[in-house]
Antibody
Framework: QVPLVQSGAEVKKPGASVKVACKAS????????MHWVRQAPGQGLEPMAW????????KVAQKFQGRVTLTTDTSTDTAYMELRGLRPDDTATYFC???????????????WGQGTTVTVSS | QAVVTQEPSLTVSPGGTVTLTCASS?????????SYWFQQKPGQAPTTLIY???EKHSWTPARFSGSLRGGKAALTLSGAQPEDEAEYHC??????????????????????FGGGTKLTVL
């Protein structure tokens, strides 16, 4: 069973917002750190933000501050990442990645979602 | 913020051994950087091979191992298989120390990916 399943591809116009979903199954994901990472076409991995609702520990990388909001819906075991003010250079595949250890392991990325492609174009 | 550097590309013969490294611009990589290694094949999400420098997940093939070597994090592949041809990414953590499942830190915490190593099995 795949523990993290993400929402489908999105096409957005510049200036719009996108909200990517990451549904967990088989474990209490709110006890673990959830990271959001993106990968532009042909490029490396770029960390965007992390959150641990149980520990009330959320951090957004400086580059994305003011544009990224992380939320969780415990009734559906789903984490969300919203990116606002989209630009063409936000075109990328967005991944969620979760730790599998409870506690303070803020850096843990043990299992990954399949990725959500976001295309920003006018 | 630190810059993390990996070899851009390496080649290994089938059945051979190769070591990939991960260096930090801030100095020697230590256990407190909690290095991770990920394998990513084209069009797929990353999968986690190594965490906390040397630890393996249940799904990590035994031919992969992690270590610290010469002030860098290292991933060694012993007995390369054709299916090991992929991009390998390392991740280092900065600013936080986890001890007895508790986190201590002062100042900023962040994680940084290396640029990735394209490994060819040929």
């Amino acid at each position: 069973q795949v523990p993290l399943v993400q929402s489908g591809a999105e096409v957005k116009k510049p200036g719009a917002s996108v909200k990517v979903a990451c549904k967990a199954s088989g474990y209490t994901f709110t006890a673990y750190y959830m990271h959001w990472v993106r990968q532009a076409p042909g490029q490396g991995l770029e960390p965007m933000a992390w959150t641990n609702p149980h520990r009330r520990d959320t951090k957004v990388a400086q580059k994305f501050q003011g544009r990224v909001t992380l939320t969780t819906d415990t009734s559906t075991d789903t984490a969300y990442m919203e990116l606002r003010g989209l630009r063409p250079d936000d075109t990328a595949t967005y991944f969620c990645a979760s730790g599998l250890r409870g506690g303070a392991y803020y850096y843990a990325m043990d299992v990954w979602g399949q990725g959500t492609t976001v295309t920003v174009s006018s | 913020q630190a810059v993390v550097t990996q070899e851009p590309s390496l080649t290994v013969s089938p059945g051979g051994t190769v070591t990939l490294t991960c260096a930090s611009s801030t100095g020697a990589v230590t256990a407190d950087h909690y290095s991770y290694w990920f394998q990513q094949k084209p069009g797929q999400a990353p999968t986690t091979l190594i965490y906390d420098t040397i630890e393996k997940h249940s799904w990590t093939p035994a031919r992969f191992s992690g270590s610290l070597r010469g002030g860098k994090a290292a991933l060694t592949l012993s007995g390369a298989q054709p299916e090991d041809e992929a991009e390998y990414h390392c991740l280092l953590s900065f600013g936080g120390v986890v001890s007895d499942s508790e986190l201590s830190y002062s100042g900023d915490r962040y994680v940084v990916f290396g640029g990735g190593t394209k490994l060819t099995v040929l």
